[in-house]
């Protein structure tokens, strides 16, 4: 394997390479190899986030975030259908992300949830056509991230220039490492393979609906940064059912731990050095190749800028709260949804 394909590896492709080494010598040189992947991850997602924030304002950031993910993962990841129409479908997906989000902010509770339902089914029908690709985990995690963090007036006009310029990259990438492949099915395809009696449409408007309400829930209570609860409901509604149970076991420890680090971070370390909490967080995430630590590494980010409004005490107990119930309600809705579909 060259220098250059060991960088390919993810997480556990890269601990599976180091621990079937065969001398000393292997293993360290794939371990330096690993390291050095992390840091040249972090580093690059660093400044991405940043230009983005220098060009388009610190209010804007976030959008960095979200097309810095679209642009990793649809390196690899395809839509399913031909690249010309996968074309059309980032259009329509870029334009709910620039939307969707600011409409649901700017509407009442009852009004937010049903837009919420519309753009995440929308969004799921043109991206997870395939299952296996997870492609959900983006661009669904993108729509929450844009809601989370709204912006009005002037800076949603950069907020729009901003995801515009985005999604022209994430189409270039995506068109160049997958225009060698041969797709059949066609944009309208999409649409005319929507069933509800099939297991995968199913599965999409479970997560729709649970997201939307979990959010609903969230806002009639009045809780600060409800989009959290919004991520974990996302993340544990897996198309597998037999699998969430293991989703919310790491999930919810994940963030407990979290938040105990974060304060022992917070308390202990210079402050000076609590602006690079994220930083540290994300090459956590890069050296752990399971759920449940990526879980703990990812909450430190999501505190370090919630602290700032929040205060300590609130930016743990609600990332930590949002978690377990987002978690467990999404657990409880796909039980309660499938008895609903089987009666």
């Given at each position: 394997m060259t220098f250059y394909q060991e960088l390919q590896l993810n997480q556990a492709g890269s601990k599976a390479l180091i621990k079937a080494s065969k001398s000393k010598k292997e293993k360290?040189?794939?371990?330096?190899?690993?390291?050095?992947?992390?840091?040249?991850?972090?580093?690059?997602?660093?400044?991405?986030?940043?230009?983005?924030?220098?060009?388009?304002?610190?209010?804007?950031?976030?959008?960095?975030?979200?097309?810095?993910?679209?642009?990793?993962?649809?390196?690899?990841?395809?839509?399913?259908?031909?690249?010309?129409?996968?074309?059309?479908?980032?259009?329509?997906?870029?334009?709910?992300?620039?939307?969707?989000?600011?409409?649901?902010?700017?509407?009442?509770?009852?009004?937010?949830?049903?837009?919420?339902i519309v753009c995440i089914m929308a969004i799921m029908i043109l991206s997870c056509h395939n299952v296996l690709m997870f492609n959900h985990a983006t661009l669904v995690l993108g729509y929450l991230l844009l809601y989370g963090y709204d912006v009005t007036g002037e800076a949603y006009l950069y907020r729009l220039v901003a995801i515009a310029a985005g999604a022209a990259l994430t189409m270039a990438v995506y068109y160049r490492n997958h225009r060698k492949r041969t797709f059949k099915r066609t944009f309208k395809d999409l649409f005319k393979e929507v069933d509800f009696q099939s297991s995968r449409t199913q599965w999409q408007l479970r997560l729709a609906l649970a997201i939307a309400t979990a959010l609903l829930l969230a806002g009639i209570l009045h809780l600060p940064r409800r989009m959290w609860a919004g991520i974990a409901v996302m993340s544990v509604t897996l198309p597998?059912?037999?699998?969430?149970?293991?989703?919310?076991?790491?999930?919810?420890?994940?963030?407990?731990?979290?938040?105990?680090?974060?304060?022992?971070?917070?308390?202990?370390?210079?402050?000076?050095?609590?602006?690079?909490?994220?930083?540290?967080?994300?090459?956590?995430?890069?050296?752990?190749?399971?759920?449940?630590?990526?879980?703990?590494?990812?909450?430190?980010?999501?505190?370090?800028?919630?602290?700032?409004?929040?205060?300590?005490?609130?930016?743990?107990?609600?990332?930590?709260?949002?978690?377990?119930?987002?978690?467990?309600?999404?657990?409880?809705?796909?039980?309660?949804?499938?008895?609903?579909?089987?009666?």
């Open positions: 360290y040189r794939h371990i330096a190899v690993y390291l050095f992947k992390i840091l040249l991850t972090v580093a690059f997602c660093t400044a991405f986030v940043m230009a983005f924030g220098a060009v388009f304002g610190e209010d804007n950031n976030i959008v960095g975030v979200v097309m810095l993910l679209c642009v990793l993962s649809f390196r690899y990841a395809d839509l399913g259908i031909k690249n010309k129409d996968a074309m059309w479908a980032f259009a329509v997906i870029f334009a709910i992300l620039a939307a969707g989000p600011r409409l649901a902010n700017a509407c009442g509770l009852v009004a937010e949830c049903m837009i919420h597998f059912p037999e699998e969430i149970k293991g989703r919310v076991g790491g999930r919810i420890p994940g963030n407990i731990i979290g938040g105990l680090v974060f304060i022992l971070i917070y308390c202990f370390v210079p402050k000076s050095l609590h602006s690079y909490i994220g930083i540290f967080g994300g090459i956590g995430v890069g050296l752990s190749a399971t759920y449940g630590w990526q879980a703990v590494f990812n909450s430190l980010g999501a505190m370090a800028i919630a602290v700032s409004f929040l205060g300590l005490p609130g930016a743990v107990f609600y990332r930590v709260f949002h978690n377990a119930f987002g978690a467990l309600y999404g657990m409880f809705f796909e039980k309660i949804y499938s008895r609903c579909i089987k009666a």
